[in-house]
């Protein structure tokens, strides 16, 4: 099994927590908390999402072990395996998978949309959102979850310079610049093409970072705050950690 698939497995695995929810709640709510990641290329959304997962698993509360980090490579693999999604799929009630698919079915009347492959990746991507401990990278993640109360949207954004320095381009001249351009212009228009929106609109999201300007500790931080917060809310947090604890996950 591959590296990605053992990371899908393991998410299938670990995610086991719905005695946490009161018995009145139902899956199909989507009341889970979940994260979706917008970035500007080399902005930082990897990243930020391997310093998210590295601060939950130090929080006191249940709600944030076992989160799981998906990007474009392991979505596109789940798209590609059978077996995998079938034991997803298996994870939501009925009536889940017919309030996904009646979204999907909307998605795919935009007429460019192939249903073959973005539809597919798009329904892979609801339905992880709505098993929830997941962070999702990047594929128009805002997007697809929008109706889900508890999913936390971020944008990142950062200064040409900060970005070519994360991705080792300092030196590369008008090639780094122009593969910065074209990767952004083709994220721009996956949002554009299948739900007519612009990726940089700040409506589309919870909070918008510079991540040139902000270390990627304090938006982790930040955002897991955020997820407390509607957690709280929705009755999903096990306990109450006292402030003790909460400044030694802080550390």
Same mark, same amino acid.
């Given at each position: 099994?591959?590296?990605?698939?053992?990371?899908?497995?393991?998410?299938?695995?670990?995610?086991?927590?719905?005695? /946490?929810?009161?018995?009145?709640?139902?899956?199909?709510?989507?009341?889970?908390? =979940?994260?979706?990641?917008?970035?500007?290329?080399?902005?930082?959304?990897?990243?930020?999402? $391997? $310093?998210?997962?590295?601060?939950?698993?130090?929080?006191?509360?249940?709600?944030?072990?076992?989160?799981?980090? =998906?990007?474009?490579?392991?979505? #596109?693999?789940?798209?590609?395996?059978?077996?995998?999604? $079938?034991?997803?799929?298996?994870?939501?009630?009925?009536?889940?998978?017919? #309030?996904?698919?009646?979204?999907?079915? &909307?998605?795919?009347?935009?007429?460019?949309?192939?249903?073959?492959?973005?539809? #597919?990746?798009?329904?892979?991507?609801?339905?992880?959102?709505?098993?929830?401990? /997941?962070?999702?990278?990047?594929?128009?993640?805002?997007?697809?979850?929008?109706?889900?109360?508890?999913?936390?949207?971020?944008?990142?954004?950062?200064?040409?310079?900060?970005?070519?320095?994360?991705?080792?381009?300092? &030196?590369?001249?008008?090639?780094?610049?122009?593969?910065?351009?074209?990767?952004?212009?083709?994220?721009?228009?996956?949002?554009?093409?299948? =739900?007519?929106? &612009?990726?940089?609109?700040?409506?589309?999201?919870?909070? /918008?970072? &510079? $991540?040139?300007?902000?270390?990627?500790?304090?938006?982790?931080?930040?955002?897991?705050?955020?997820? #407390?917060?509607?957690?709280?809310?929705?009755?999903?947090?096990?306990?109450?950690?006292?402030?003790?604890?909460?400044?030694?996950?802080?550390?």
């Amino acid at each position: 099994m591959s590296t990605n698939l053992f990371e899908i497995k393991r998410f299938l695995d670990v995610n086991r927590y719905l005695d /946490v929810l009161p018995k009145r709640r139902h899956a199909r709510e989507g009341l889970y908390p =979940f994260i979706t990641i917008s970035r500007e290329f080399g902005a930082g959304g990897r990243k930020l999402a $391997t $310093t998210l997962l590295e601060q939950m698993e130090r929080h006191p509360d249940p709600i944030f072990h076992g989160w799981q980090m =998906f990007d474009r490579s392991l979505c #596109e693999q789940l798209v590609s395996e059978p077996r995998m999604r $079938t034991e997803l799929d298996a994870a939501l009630s009925e009536e889940c998978h017919s #309030e996904i698919e009646a979204l999907l079915r &909307n998605l795919l009347g935009v007429p460019s949309i192939n249903p073959g492959a973005i539809g #597919e990746l798009f329904r892979i991507i609801r339905v992880v959102a709505t098993r929830g401990k /997941v962070i999702i990278v990047g594929r128009a993640g805002s997007c697809v979850t929008a109706s889900l109360p508890l999913g936390v949207h971020l944008r990142l954004v950062a200064p040409v310079d900060f970005r070519l320095q994360q991705l080792g381009w300092e &030196n590369r001249g008008k090639e780094a610049l122009r593969e910065l351009e074209r990767e952004d212009k083709d994220r721009a228009r996956l949002v554009q093409t299948h =739900f007519r929106r &612009n990726i940089a609109d700040p409506l589309l999201y919870d909070v /918008v970072w &510079n $991540t040139g300007k902000v270390p990627f500790s304090s938006v982790a931080r930040a955002t897991i705050r955020l997820v #407390e917060d509607r957690a709280a809310a929705a009755g999903l947090l096990r306990r109450r950690y006292s402030l003790a604890s909460a400044a030694a996950y802080q550390r």
